[in-house]
């Protein structure tokens, strides 16, 4: 087992005279890009804002709820904390985070293709994607909303007195980002890879993103008419969602969730992508099983349209759909495990590093697992009568989203920001930061599974006095899990501009994207390559310069 | 501005380039499918939780002006498909005057519906305040049929006897309501139909431009197809919206 | 690549099937077949709609990936239609009788913006 840092050490090396951030400079040069790799760029800036914007919320929850009589903040005000909060982290971050950052950026790399298929319509996305959060700001700024991020209605659309339809507007403009990026990256992976590129020598990474865009697709045009009807009732007076004029609240909970349901497979098949890039490389083994987690990413991204009813269990809907949907929400775990699995097997007498992105990949492989574990939970019938609505529904999902979808985030990051910036961040400070980062984040969100379990609600401002205990336990680990984020914004930054030169392939690892020079120049690849390996074959790549023996190709065929 | 016909940077064939292009307006319109089917739910839902009033509404709808748009977006539909055909087989003279009827048409469609719209506007079936199923039977213009009106008159009053509500004043008030949802639903589907038109207009003006300008030619019409394409797609919008809306109740009245 | 270019003939039958189908569908609506009049115009339709997409769309022309797109769009429509009438067709309240929402008076909403 190593210790020691993959890290090629030897003589110093230079950046390349060329590459992607030094054509061109000048804002326009930016604004106008139509460079995949700047494009990324443009949302690491972006979607990073609204993460700031996200956590500020999150911040005045968390303070707010030290105290068990909330006095802190008025319920009126507490209530917009905790939509905006949710708002600004969903539509804003976790949706776009993985796609649009590094999948923007390296899946045309991956598969030895000059571009994405439809750069403009790449920079398109980018522009409506600020226009849509320009409209959430402003709502934002006159006085924010207080309707919670599922926008129930009738609250939304009749009883708030808070800025709602341009929130609505805001992310019913936002969805078309998300829509255009998936039609973006299937039409790339469908038409664009270089010869030899088959389906099954695709690194996962991309197969996840194929799922995750089909998701998108089907998905997110839903909400855009659901938020669209929304808006068009609480303007107009409509009658749609409104009791009192014969509509029902239902519909609205039924339009909403089948897209915001497959929502959350959108922010973790990536992070499931980034996991299954770096596991290999440091364990520096074939993942395990190719074929079903290719095929497990599908059938998430499938199966995830048959369960939304799940989160309707206390509605009042048909108890014979709530059991179908409750049976479904069991199917949908089955693809998860197996590839938890196969990450599993992977390491399984590989060679074991502990860099970076490895420790956020443990972090992933056992946060995911608990929050996966307490959605089962939550989809039986009898458990969620006593637990929805409370904090362990919270709890399951920060679980999923922050150690699951976050922790890929940030692997991915600091995996791929030798290949993005051509620096290396520094290793024993990133080391920590991802350790302070998983402390912070268990002593936030466990205690949360408790206070659920015991009973108290969420979105709630004030609390029974006996729970005290854990809410403050919560709190003091928000601070550090703060911490934990503020640290790789610090060093990473840094490492762009002064980090030490990386190199190609400083891992090593074997994707295509690590055989162009460190960054890379504006047209990716100067000759198409032709692929002849397959995928994370550490055996037959002499150039990667390790010393694995070379095995005759086909030997592990069946995994 | 880039002149059509030639290779994209980021592709390495045309072929590659054309097949991008087409599979990313199918794709687009799998999310346009979707898009119109959250509305295509909501009437489901609602039609099936107020089945009479729905009807009803239907009725109010003028079957006639409905049908003449159906044929006339069918007939933009082929009038299309033959514009590809005259790109595909180098027909530079038929080519704009397939495009020019296939504008010409959605604008007979368009017109046709603000005449649809402007009569329910008069009729005070648009939703908001001035709402009134009534208003039509009991302030009738000169042109009005009178076997029409009565026939309206007995099928509002059938309707009223399904409302669960207890006084007449509070059937009329609860059937005013459901109706609405109607019309709502009306306005709200053939509104985003028509604006799909208006988008489709659009892009037939571009195209006809291009096409004067000896542009498309059996080895590159990539723009033609893609704009039929989303053309047929909103036939197909309307094929549904035209069973769903205006077929309803016609057997009663 | 060479494309398929389909004959005006064939566009034309398909144009005449549109019509009669659109005529077809007003004269069935215009007579009491009681519940399978919904059945009927629906089934016109997808009949108009499925020619549309074979034909002027060049559907059957297509490679197989265009038909899977089709397809999907297809599957997910009905997927959302059906699973969610699932629930409004078999609410059952704790006496088993089967509900609709109940038909409530309209009570004047002011607006809000």
Redesign the interface.
């Known amino acids: 087992m190593a210790t020691t840092s993959t890290i090629h050490t030897g003589p110093a090396l230079k950046l390349p005279e060329k590459h992607y951030l030094n054509t061109g400079y000048g804002i326009r040069s930016w604004l106008l890009t139509t460079d995949h790799k700047r494009i990324a760029l443009l949302y690491l800036l972006s979607v990073t804002f609204f993460f700031f914007i996200g956590g500020f919320f999150a911040m005045m929850i968390r303070l707010s709820l030290l105290t068990p009589d909330g006095r802190l903040l008025s319920p009126d005000t507490y209530n917009r904390m905790f939509t905006m909060h949710g708002v600004s982290m969903i539509f804003f971050f976790l949706i776009p985070s993985i796609p649009a950052i590094l999948g923007n950026f390296f899946i045309p790399l991956m598969i030895g293709a000059k571009d994405l298929a439809f750069p403009k319509i790449n920079l398109l996305s980018w522009y409506i994607y600020i226009v849509g959060g320009a409209f959430t700001l402003y709502s934002m700024m006159a006085g924010g909303l207080d309707t919670g991020w599922t926008f129930y209605t009738p609250l939304s659309t009749v009883y708030s007195n808070s800025a709602v339809a341009p929130a609505v507007v805001g992310i019913f403009i936002t969805g078309f980002s998300s829509i255009l990026t998936g039609l973006n990256f299937l039409v790339t992976i469908h038409t664009m890879r270089a010869p030899g590129m088959t389906w099954f020598r695709l690194p996962l990474f991309v197969w996840a993103h194929y799922a995750t865009s089909v998701v998108m697709i089907l998905g997110t045009p839903v909400v855009a008419i659901t938020l669209g009807l929304a808006a068009m009732e609480r303007v107009f007076g409509l009658g749609f969602f409104n009791p009192a004029m014969g509509g029902d609240p239902i519909l609205f909970q039924h339009l909403f969730w089948f897209y915001s349901h497959p929502a959350v497979y959108i922010m973790i098949l990536p992070a499931m992508g980034v996991i299954s890039e770096i596991i290999p490389t440091f364990a520096r083994k074939k993942l395990f099983g190719y074929h079903f987690v290719a095929a497990a990413s599908l059938a998430i991204a499938v199966i995830g349209f048959l369960v939304w009813a799940h989160h309707m269990f206390l509605t009042g809907q048909s108890t014979y759909a709530a059991l179908a949907f409750s049976f479904l929400t069991f199917l949908v775990a089955i693809p998860s495990a197996v590839k938890v699995f196969n990450w599993t097997a992977t390491l399984f007498g590989g060679s074991i590093s502990f860099d970076t992105p490895m420790l956020y990949a443990f972090g992933f492989l056992g946060l995911f697992l608990v929050g996966g574990l307490t959605g089962l939970f939550l989809g039986c019938l009898g458990v969620d009568m006593h637990v929805h609505d409370t904090y362990f529904v919270v709890a399951h999902f920060h679980y999923i989203m922050v150690g699951g979808a976050v922790m890929g985030y940030l692997g991915g990051l600091h995996f791929w920001w030798p290949k993005i910036t051509g620096r290396m961040y520094p290793e024993w400070l990133a080391r920590i930061a991802a350790l302070v980062l998983f402390v912070g984040f268990n002593l936030t969100f466990f205690p949360q599974f408790v206070l659920g379990y015991l009973g108290m609600p969420r979105r709630y401002h004030v609390y029974p006095p006996e729970f005290q205990v854990y809410n403050v336990m919560s709190t003091a680990g928000a601070s550090i899990l703060a911490l934990g984020y503020l640290l790789p914004m610090i060093y990473l930054t840094w490492a762009a501009f002064y980090g030490r030169v990386a190199g190609n392939n400083p891992w090593p690892a074997t994707g295509l994207e690590w055989t162009t020079p460190s960054p890379p120049p504006t047209e990716n690849f100067e000759v198409t390559p032709v692929v002849t390996w397959e995928a994370y074959d550490f055996h037959n790549r002499p150039e990667l310069g390790l010393d694995v023996p070379s095995q005759p190709v086909g030997a592990h065929e069946h995994d | 501005m880039h002149r059509t016909g030639e290779l994209y940077?980021?592709?390495?064939t045309l072929?590659?380039q054309k097949?991008?292009a087409?599979?990313?307006m199918?794709?687009?319109?799998?999310?346009?499918?979707?898009?119109?089917?959250?509305?295509?739910?909501?009437y489901?839902?609602?039609r099936?939780?107020?089945f009479t009033a729905f009807g009803v509404g239907g009725n109010m709808l003028d079957?006639k002006l409905g049908?003449t748009n159906?044929?006339v977006l069918?007939?933009s539909?082929?009038t299309?498909?033959?514009s590809v055909?005259s790109a595909?087989?180098d027909r530079k003279k038929l080519l704009p005057l397939f495009l020019i009827l296939t504008f010409l048409l959605g604008g007979v469609f368009l017109g046709i519906k603000y005449v649809e719209y402007k009569q329910k506007f008069d009729h005070h079936l648009v939703?908001?305040h001035s709402f009134d199923l009534t208003y039509r039977i009991n302030h009738p213009a000169p042109g009005d049929s009178p076997k029409e009106l009565a026939a309206e008159r007995q099928e509002i009053e059938d309707a009223l006897k399904t409302?669960?509500?207890g006084t007449p004043q509070?059937q009329l008030?609860?059937l005013?309501?459901?109706a609405?949802?109607f019309f709502?639903l009306y306005f709200?589907m053939t509104g985003l139909h028509a604006l799909h038109m208006i988008i489709g207009a659009g892009l037939l003006i571009w195209v006809i431009r291009e096409s004067f300008k000896g542009r498309f030619t059996a080895s590159y019409n990539t723009p033609i197809?893609i704009v039929?394409?989303y053309w047929?797609?909103v036939?197909?919008v309307w094929?549904?919206l035209?069973?769903?809306l205006?077929?309803?109740n016609?057997?009663?009245v | 690549m060479t494309e398929h270019v389909v004959s005006p003939k064939i566009y034309v039958v398909i144009l005449l099937a549109l019509l009669l189908g659109t005529y077809l569908t007003v004269t069935a609506a215009l007579h009491d077949f009681g519940l399978w009049n919904i059945v009927i115009a629906l089934a016109i339709a997808t009949t108009k709609a499925t020619l549309v997409v074979l034909f002027f769309m060049h559907a059957k022309y297509s490679p197989k990936r265009t038909q899977l797109v089709v397809a999907c769009a297809v599957f997910w429509l009905a997927l959302l239609l059906f699973m969610t009438m699932s629930d409004y067709f078999t609410r059952v309240d704790y006496r088993g009788i089967r509900y609709p929402v109940s038909q409530n008076v309209f009570i004047h909403q002011p607006h809000r913006s």
């Open positions: 940077g980021q592709f390495e072929e590659q097949d991008s087409t599979l990313g199918w794709i687009f319109l799998v999310t346009e499918v979707l898009f119109f089917g959250g509305l295509f739910l909501t489901t839902v609602n099936h939780l107020y079957l049908a159906t044929v069918i007939a539909s082929f299309m498909a033959m055909w595909q087989t939703p908001g409302e669960a509500a509070e008030t609860a005013n309501a459901h609405q949802l709502s709200g197809e039929g394409l047929h797609f036939d197909i094929i549904y035209f069973a769903l205006y077929l309803i016609r057997h009663s």
